[in-house]
């Protein structure tokens, strides 16, 4: 199941984390594509800002609060 709700929130890494596509650095930023469940796993696609697009763990992640979102995406 995809769900959408979370889709273009502000978030960053909270811990390195590393995928097939190399290591997304903690506290690098990133936008929310989708939250999803695959084969009973929590999911969230995020695009980072270092050009990567992956999915990580919501333990993995944390989302920026209104006033956080306008200071990283440089509002």
């Known amino acids: 199941m995809i ?3 979370l889709e273009g929130l502000r978030c960053r890494a909270t811990r390195e984390i ?3 596509q190399g290591v997304i650095r903690r506290l690098t930023g990133g936008v929310i594509q989708c939250d999803m469940e695959n084969l ?6 995020v695009q980072w800002d270092c050009g990567m697009t992956d999915y990580a763990y919501p ?3 944390e ?8 200071v ?3 509002a």
């Not at 009973?40 to 696609?45: M, N, S």
């Open 59 to 61: 333990v993995e992640i």
């Open 72 to 74: 990283a995406g440089g």
């Open 63 to 70: 989302i920026l609060d209104q006033r956080e979102s306008a």
């Open 18 to 20: 590393r995928t097939c």
């Open 40 to 45: 009973g796993r929590h999911l969230i696609r």
């Open 3 to 5: 769900d959408t709700r």
